[in-house]
């Protein structure tokens, strides 16, 4: 009986963007994930994202069908909302066969950090911790394909990755305009709202709760980690922490290493889950 592996996105970014780390798992794992988190109007995004976690809840439901260990993995906001799904099933059927889940570089806020973003939720000052004023300003049209490429292959962050992943951003990343031009496909009025809606203390204060073992990557040149700081991710996972060369985006930069280590931390997972 093959286990299913439920892969969350980060925001802004559609789940084919992580075609190529995903097909790497596909050997071993069902695959699943859901495309654009936080675009269905029936899972609105709201303060601390309740909506989005049922969103989540309700596609494990519908893929679990016969598979083995169901194994929750995510990066950034998908990481959140994969610990959020698992506490949010906790007690069902279905939530029994969950077996773990999977963080990549979703650091949990706690403390005077989580006090500085709710701070500026009102101030503007939760720029500082996440993009949010950028993320309004992002360009969202280009006239073809290659402007896009271009366009991105001129950032820093963008010129980083693999350009198989980059290739699959310009695709699935932007769709097709009727002229044939390009626009974001990830909306970025909604990429603002799960920002600005993210969960601090609603999250970090109930990581005693959380039902199944937790492992977390962790990119060692990641901005958003080392502004959250590490002690309440620490708590959560103990020893099941594991550095991977990169930014926060090191899914996108090292795509098949990140596989690799998603693999390696589900074996150690498993390995508690029998103890």
Do not use: C
Not at 72 to 84: A, E, F, N, Q
Not at 190 to 210: C, F, G, K, N, W
């Amino acid at each position: 009986m093959t286990d299913l592996l439920l892969f969350s996105h980060a925001n802004g970014f559609p789940a084919p963007v992580y075609d190529l780390m995903l097909e790497s798992l596909a050997g071993r794992f069902r695959i699943e994930r859901p495309e654009r988190i936080g675009h269905d109007p029936r899972y609105p995004v709201t303060r601390d994202w309740p909506h989005l976690v049922e969103e989540l809840s309700a596609r494990i439901g519908a893929a679990a069908g016969d598979a083995g260990r169901i194994w929750l993995v995510g990066h950034s906001l998908g990481g959140y909302l994969s610990l959020l799904a698992s506490l949010r099933l906790a007690g069902s059927a279905l939530g029994a066969r969950v077996a773990g889940v999977v963080m990549l570089d979703s650091p949990l806020i706690a403390g005077w950090r989580a006090r500085l973003v709710q701070i500026g939720r009102r101030t503007g000052l939760d720029n500082l911790v996440m993009p949010t004023r950028a993320t309004l300003q992002r360009r969202r049209h280009w006239p073809d394909p290659d402007a896009v490429r271009a366009h991105f292959l001129a950032k820093p962050a963008f010129a980083r990755w693999d350009r198989r992943v980059l290739d699959a951003y310009v695709e699935h990343g932007t769709r097709a305009v009727d002229d044939g031009s390009r626009e974001l496909a990830f909306e970025r009025e909604v990429e603002y709202r799960i920002y600005r809606s993210l969960p601090t203390t609603a999250l970090s204060d109930r990581v005693a709760q959380v039902p199944v073992p937790v492992g977390f990557l962790a990119g060692t040149r990641s901005r958003e980690l080392r502004h959250a700081g590490h002690a309440a991710t620490r708590r959560l996972v103990g020893e099941r922490w594991r550095w991977l060369e990169g930014s926060h985006l090191f899914p996108m930069e090292r795509p098949l290493d990140t596989a690799r280590a998603i693999e390696a931390m589900i074996d150690r997972l498993a390995a508690h889950e029998r103890r």
